[in-house]
């Protein structure tokens, strides 16, 4: 009889003796396997090919944990996903490096605490074959097949990431002040991420756009990392890609202008997201 791992199922994931789903991280940073515990789903795939993106919501599971019951751990957000290695344009592709760099170049401005996804774990899923380790890939997965074939299949390789806090969507907003606050978080963030990291978000959406509800009020967070870039890199592009989530994509972006991208291209993307808001 096959093994669960040599018909397709995912090793990393696991439903454990408790009753509930068990998630293996394993941090590329610290070299470590961290365990979590999925209290719920946040977002399933709509279709069968692209990213595939799933995220749970969960909580890191003690090491003398004998309990299903552990409600008041911190809830992070797990987002699994099959991201590609170069954009459209050729730029990297590299969600966990980017968000590294924004945590450690933001630490010190509290100003912009939960505005951003703080990565806590993260790196491409490993698993274990035969007597090795390696990287969930496409091209792993393919590996016997003819090159031809292959080289029609876009590379994408197999992404876990750990961050908090646990957003909501924009559309759960009660108000039109809470919105303004959000927005207002939102691009103070882009700005700090443009200027003090060198990045640029480049899909802003209306699903990359969270709030996180306190005491004192609503505060926004940019998340979604997938389609960033370097300034540097996009200035040097001689044909920029057409990147993005199309209803919200700026006029040049749809076009193939030979325009460089800028802050711009982000600016006009957040008047189409409040745009969609105000009609739907």
Same mark, same amino acid.
């Given at each position: 009889?096959?093994k669960?791992r040599?018909?397709?199922?995912d090793?990393?994931?696991?439903?454990?003796?408790?009753?509930?789903?068990?998630?293996d991280?394993?941090?590329?940073? %610290?070299?470590?396997?961290?365990?979590?515990v999925?209290?719920?789903?946040?977002c399933?795939?709509?279709? %069968?090919?692209?990213?595939?993106?799933?995220?749970?919501?969960?909580?890191e599971?003690p090491?003398?944990s /004998?309990?299903?019951?552990n409600?008041?751990?911190? &809830?992070?957000?797990?987002?699994?996903?099959?991201?590609?290695t170069?954009?459209?344009?050729?730029h990297?592709?590299?969600?966990?490096?980017?968000?590294?760099?924004?945590?450690?170049t933001?630490?010190?401005?509290?100003?912009?605490?939960?505005?951003?996804?703080?990565?806590?774990?993260?790196?491409?899923?490993q698993? &274990?074959?035969?007597?090795s380790v390696?990287?969930? %890939?496409?091209?792993?997965?393919l590996?016997?097949?003819?090159?031809?074939t292959?080289?029609?299949?876009?590379v994408?390789?197999?992404?876990?990431?750990?961050?908090?806090?646990?957003?909501?969507?924009?559309?759960?907003?009660?108000?039109?002040?809470?919105?303004i606050?959000?927005?207002?978080?939102?691009m103070?963030?882009h700005?700090?991420?443009?200027?003090?990291?060198?990045?640029?978000h480049?899909?802003?959406?209306?699903?990359?756009i969270?709030f996180?509800r306190?005491?004192?009020?609503v505060?926004?967070?940019l998340?979604?990392?997938d389609?960033?870039?370097?300034?540097t890199?996009v200035q040097n592009?001689?044909?920029?890609?057409?990147?993005?989530t199309?209803?919200?994509m700026?006029?040049?972006n749809?076009e193939?202008s &030979?325009?460089k991208? %800028?802050?711009?291209?982000?600016?006009?993307?957040?008047?189409?997201i409040?745009?969609?808001?105000? /009609?739907f």
């Amino acid at each position: 009889m096959c093994k669960n791992r040599q018909l397709g199922y995912d090793p990393t994931i696991r439903y454990s003796d408790l009753k509930n789903w068990e998630i293996d991280v394993y941090d590329s940073e %610290t070299q470590l396997t961290r365990l979590y515990v999925c209290e719920s789903i946040r977002c399933n795939p709509h279709s %069968t090919f692209g990213r595939h993106t799933r995220c749970f919501v969960a909580y890191e599971k003690p090491a003398d944990s /004998t309990s299903a019951n552990n409600g008041d751990m911190p &809830k992070v957000l797990i987002k699994d996903a099959w991201a590609q290695t170069l954009g459209p344009d050729g730029h990297v592709c590299d969600e966990v490096a980017y968000l590294r760099e924004i945590r450690d170049t933001l630490a010190d401005d509290h100003t912009l605490d939960n505005m951003y996804p703080r990565l806590q774990a993260g790196c491409v899923v490993q698993i &274990k074959c035969s007597d090795s380790v390696v990287d969930d %890939t496409t091209q792993y997965i393919l590996m016997h097949i003819d090159t031809n074939t292959q080289a029609k299949v876009p590379v994408r390789v197999y992404k876990r990431l750990v961050m908090s806090p646990v957003g909501e969507p924009i559309h759960d907003l009660k108000s039109i002040d809470e919105l303004i606050v959000v927005v207002g978080d939102v691009m103070a963030a882009h700005s700090a991420i443009v200027k003090r990291c060198g990045l640029l978000h480049r899909d802003l959406s209306d699903n990359n756009i969270m709030f996180c509800r306190n005491a004192d009020g609503v505060k926004g967070m940019l998340i979604d990392f997938d389609n960033a870039c370097r300034v540097t890199d996009v200035q040097n592009m001689e044909q920029p890609g057409c990147v993005g989530t199309l209803p919200f994509m700026s006029i040049g972006n749809l076009e193939h202008s &030979k325009v460089k991208q %800028t802050v711009l291209d982000d600016w006009e993307s957040l008047v189409y997201i409040l745009c969609w808001i105000g /009609t739907f």
